[in-house]
C-alpha cells in the first residue's frame, strides 16, 4: 500500500460527508446507498465513522460532473478516467468527484429501481412477461397515461406486481423544485418546451421547469434518465427511441449494424437518416459502490497500490466478492488504526443491491437509508387528477383493483408540505391530504384524510399548524394567510400583518408552543414570538434561529413540537432539539415519524 | 457512430471516446504517462530513455512485465478504465 506524501490524514475520527448532486443514471436512494455501504467498508476496519450531512462544511464532499467540473481535473467523457479524489485536509481537500458521463450501475447493468405501483420499490425484472410478450425494457403498453412501467417479477401475468419507472414525469433531481416531476409544456427564455432539454446549460445536463414557467417561477430540476437512456454520442441521456429508422430499415432494438466495432447503438429521435440523433446503449456500467469505495480510500489518505487485486489499484476491476484487499487494510489501519469497539449493527433496512457479499455493516452514527420514496406530488401524468393508479393492463385498460394509489402512501411522500402534533396525534399535511400518526406510535397510520373534510375552510397547500395546549384552538398558516378553528367555527383568513408581522413575511414555516402563552413563529432562519392571547408577535423585528436553537440547518421549511422536543425538517431529514436545547437525533421524517 | 449513412459524409458526428482512440499508441502513452505523472511535462518526447525509463515503472506500478517497451499489454492496461489520482505524486 502507499500512503499520500506527508502521509496525509484526517485528525478526527468522526468523518462527515455530503452528496451535492446525483447522477441521473441512479435513484438517489441507490446512490445514496452506495456511498453509505462503500464507508461503511472503511469504518468496519479502522475507528472512524462517517455521517452523512444535508448542508454545510463536510469532510468530504461528493459530486458528479463532466469534463472541467470546477478543480482543473477535467474528466475525458466515457470511460477511460471514471472518478477522482483528493487526501485528507480542508477546502476541496478530501472530495471525492465521480464523471457523469460513465455509465454508474452496481456494475451488473442498469438499475431500473421502480416508484408506486405494488412492488414496494423492488427492482424491474428483465424480461418479464406481459400479455404474452416479452419485455426487456420499461413499456407503457397497457396503459393509456404513457407512463413507463415494468414487472417486478418474471411473469406479470401471473404474479401482477409493477411498478413505475424512472421518469421525469415522475421526480426530478437536485435543482430547486424539491424533486417535483416535470411540467410540460413548459417556457424557457420565451421558447417552450415539451422534454427535457440541456439548452441553457453549458454541462450537458437534461433539465425541465416544473412549473408550466420557468422565465417566471424559476423553478426546475435535472431529469432522470430512463432505463433505455444512452451515453456518449451525440444524445447523452437522452432514451432510445424505438422502432427508429436507420438507412431505411426499421429497429425495434439497439443495433450494431453500420459499425465495425460490434457496440450496440440506437438513435434517439425515430429517424436516424433525417436527425443523425444516437448514443450507445447500455452496457454493465461501473460500480459506483466500487469506485467509491476506492475514491473515499483515497479521501481518508491512501495512495494507489500496486496489488492488482487491491481496491486502491488504480484500474476498475469488477468483483461481487468483498472489495477490500489485505493490502487495503493494512493500509488503512497504518494510517488510523483497527476498530476496538464492536462491529456497527447490521442495516435494518433490505440492501439494494443483490449480491450479500458486498453487504456491510452500516455505521451507527448514519441515520438508516432511506426508503424508495415517491414524488411530492404523487401526480406523475400531466392532468392533475390522473396519477398512476391502476396496474399496467391489457388494452383497453381495466379497472384499478387494489394497488396502491401513490398520492394515499404517506412514505410515498418525499417532503410534506406541513407536520403539527394535533390532539397528541401527528398530523402529516399535503397537497390537501393529511394522515395521522397515534401518539403511542402503535398502529399504523391513519389516512389520507382530504383537508377540506376536516377544516373546509383551508387552502389544500398547508404551511404550518399548531394547536394551543390552553384553548385547544387550531392555527394554520398558509402563505401570507392564517385561520383560527375552535372547533368547527373558523376565523379567518387573516394577513399574517395582523399579527404584528411585516408585509415582506411570505410564510410562517413552523410553529412551536412556547412558555407562558407564547407560540414561536418559524420563518426559514427567523422566528418571532407570538402571543397567542392578544395574537401579536412581541416585536416587529425577527430573532435569529440559530441563537436558539445552535446545530440546526439552515433554511428548514417546517418546525413543530412534538412530545416536548422540537423538530427542524429538512428534506426527508428532520433534527431533533431536545428540552434541553441540544440536538439529540437526525433522523428520517418517513422512516422515524411515519414508521415507514 | 453508425457508419454508412445515407450518403457518404453525410453523418456528421462526433463523440467523446473517439479523441483517444485516434491518437497513435505512442501519442496514448506519452499523455497517459504525463496525467499519471510517470514522465514530467518537461521531459515529454525529449528522449527515448526517460520514456523507456517511465514506462518501466508503470509497468511496475500495473504488475506487468517490465519490459520498458510500449507492448501490447501495456497498451492495453493503459486503456482500461480507472481512477484519475496521479500514480506518482509531481
Not at chain 1, 464492536?342 to 452500516?362: G, I, K, V, Y
Not at chain 2, 502513452?29 to 514506462?55: C, D, F, M, V, W
Request: aromatic letters at 12%; a negative charge; one cysteine or more.
Amino acid at each position: 500500500f502507499q500512503t499520500f506524501e506527508g502521509e496525509l490524514k484526517w485528525k478526527h475520527q468522526n468523518i462527515t460527508y455530503r452528496i451535492q448532486n446525483y447522477s441521473p443514471d441512479l435513484p438517489p436512494e441507490v446512490t445514496d446507498d452506495a456511498f453509505q455501504r462503500a464507508f461503511a467498508l472503511w469504518s468496519k476496519v479502522t475507528p472512524l465513522t462517517f455521517t452523512r450531512v444535508s448542508s454545510g462544511e463536510a469532510d468530504i464532499l461528493i459530486q458528479f460532473g463532466t469534463r472541467e467540473h470546477g478543480d482543473g481535473y477535467p474528466f475525458d467523457g466515457k470511460d477511460g478516467l471514471l472518478a477522482h479524489a483528493f487526501p485528507p485536509g480542508p477546502g476541496i481537500q478530501g472530495d471525492a468527484h465521480f464523471d457523469d458521463e460513465e455509465f454508474w450501475t452496481l456494475g451488473k447493468g442498469v438499475v431500473v429501481k421502480t416508484r408506486f405501483g405494488n412492488a414496494d420499490g423492488a427492482p424491474c425484472h428483465f424480461p418479464f412477461t406481459f400479455e404474452g410478450s416479452s419485455y426487456s425494457a420499461c413499456t407503457t403498453d397497457g396503459r393509456s397515461d404513457g407512463l413507463h412501467w415494468c414487472s417486478t417479477t418474471a411473469d406479470y401475468d401471473k404474479d401482477r406486481l409493477y411498478g413505475f419507472c424512472p421518469s421525469e414525469l415522475l421526480y426530478t433531481l437536485d435543482g430547486n423544485a424539491n424533486g417535483d416531476p416535470c411540467v410540460f409544456p413548459f417556457t424557457f427564455d420565451g421558447r417552450s418546451y415539451t422534454a427535457c432539454t440541456t439548452e441553457g446549460r453549458s454541462d450537458g445536463y437534461r433539465w425541465c421547469a416544473t412549473t408550466a414557467s420557468y422565465d417566471q417561477d424559476k423553478l426546475y430540476g435535472f431529469c432522470p434518465n430512463r432505463d433505455t437512456a444512452v451515453s456518449g454520442g451525440n444524445s447523452q441521456g437522452e432514451p432510445c427511441v424505438f422502432p427508429f429508422t436507420f438507412l431505411n430499415r426499421e429497429y425495434s432494438a439497439c443495433t450494431s449494424e453500420g459499425r465495425s466495432d460490434g457496440r450496440l447503438w440506437c438513435a434517439t429521435t425515430d429517424d436516424f437518416d433525417r436527425d443523425h440523433k444516437w448514443g450507445f446503449c447500455q452496457d454493465r456500467g461501473y460500480s459506483l459502490f466500487l469506485v467509491a469505495a476506492h475514491e473515499f480510500g483515497h479521501a481518508l489518505g491512501l495512495d494507489h497500490s500496486s496489488v492488482p487485486e487491491a481496491l486502491m489499484f488504480p484500474m476498475y476491476r469488477f468483483t461481487e466478492g468483498p472489495p477490500l484487499h489485505e493490502d487495503d487494510v493494512k493500509g488503512i489501519q497504518h494510517l488510523y488504526g483497527s476498530r476496538t469497539e464492536p462491529d456497527p449493527e447490521p442495516p435494518t433496512s433490505s440492501p439494494l443491491e443483490p449480491d450479500s457479499t458486498t453487504q456491510f455493516n452500516a455505521c451507527p452514527s448514519v441515520p438508516p437509508p432511506a426508503r424508495p420514496t415517491g414524488p411530492p406530488t404523487a401526480r406523475p401524468s400531466a392532468p392533475p387528477t390522473a396519477g398512476p393508479t391502476g396496474p399496467p393492463t391489457a388494452n383497453p385498460p381495466v379497472p384499478p383493483t387494489g394497488p396502491l394509489d401513490p398520492a394515499d402512501d404517506a412514505c410515498g411522500v418525499l417532503v410534506f408540505d406541513a407536520i403539527a402534533e394535533i390532539r397528541g396525534q401527528l398530523h402529516f399535511f399535503k397537497d390537501g391530504r393529511y394522515w395521522r400518526v397515534p401518539r403511542d406510535s402503535k398502529g399504523p397510520t391513519q389516512g389520507p384524510f382530504l383537508i377540506a373534510n376536516t377544516w373546509s375552510a383551508l387552502p389544500p397547500k398547508l404551511d404550518s399548524a399548531f394547536e394551543d395546549p390552553l384553548t385547544k384552538k387550531l392555527f394554520f398558516f398558509s402563505g401570507q394567510k392564517m385561520w383560527v378553528y375552535t372547533g368547527q367555527s373558523v376565523v379567518g383568513p387573516r394577513r399574517l400583518e395582523k399579527l404584528g408581522l411585516h408585509s415582506r413575511v411570505q410564510r410562517i414555516t413552523g410553529a412551536i408552543q412556547h412558555n407562558g402563552g407564547k407560540v414561536l413563529l418559524f420563518s426559514q432562519n427567523q422566528y418571532w414570538r407570538l402571543d397567542v392571547k392578544k395574537q401579536k408577535v412581541d416585536s416587529r423585528e425577527p430573532y435569529p434561529v440559530e441563537n436558539m436553537f445552535p446545530g440546526v440547518p439552515e433554511n428548514t421549511h417546517d418546525v413543530f413540537l412534538y412530545k416536548g422536543d422540537t423538530y427542524f425538517c429538512q428534506g426527508i431529514f428532520f433534527w431533533r432539539v431536545n428540552k434541553e436545547n441540544k440536538v439529540d437525533l437526525v433522523g428520517y421524517v418517513t422512516y422515524d415519524l411515519l414508521h415507514c | 457512430a453508425p457508419r454508412g449513412g445515407p450518403s457518404p459524409g453525410s453523418i456528421l458526428i462526433t463523440f467523446p471516446e473517439e479523441r483517444t482512440r485516434t491518437l497513435t499508441d505512442q501519442q496514448f502513452a506519452e499523455e497517459y504517462l504525463l496525467r499519471y505523472g510517470y514522465i514530467p511535462a518537461g521531459l515529454l518526447g525529449q528522449n527515448h530513455t526517460s520514456l523507456k525509463h517511465a514506462l518501466k515503472k508503470l509497468q511496475r506500478q500495473l504488475a506487468l512485465t517490465q519490459t520498458g517497451e510500449l507492448d501490447s499489454a501495456t497498451i492495453e492496461a493503459m486503456r482500461a478504465p480507472r481512477c484519475g489520482v496521479p500514480d506518482v505524486a509531481p
